[in-house]
């Protein structure tokens, strides 16, 4: 399985983009691991910073209801 930001050519993941984030996210608000989603560890890295800085500004919620 290739990690999704690879096949992407993406250099980056942004906090910003909430839609993309939302994907690696479960149900009860927990960041996914990469066994699941297929991840490399760079990427992996940087959308758990992305989601961590997207949950401070208020785009994404800490814990679902």
Known sequence: MQCFFCS???????YKEVD???RFVS??????????TGT?????RMLAKAIKQ????GLLPFVRN
């Open 54 to 57: 997207a949950r401070i500004m």
């Open 8 to 14: 992407q050519n993406s250099k980056s993941v942004d």
């Open 27 to 36: 149900s009860q608000g927990k960041i996914i691991d990469p066994q699941h």
């Open 40 to 44: 490399c560890a760079k990427h992996q």
């Open 20 to 22: 993309l984030i939302r």
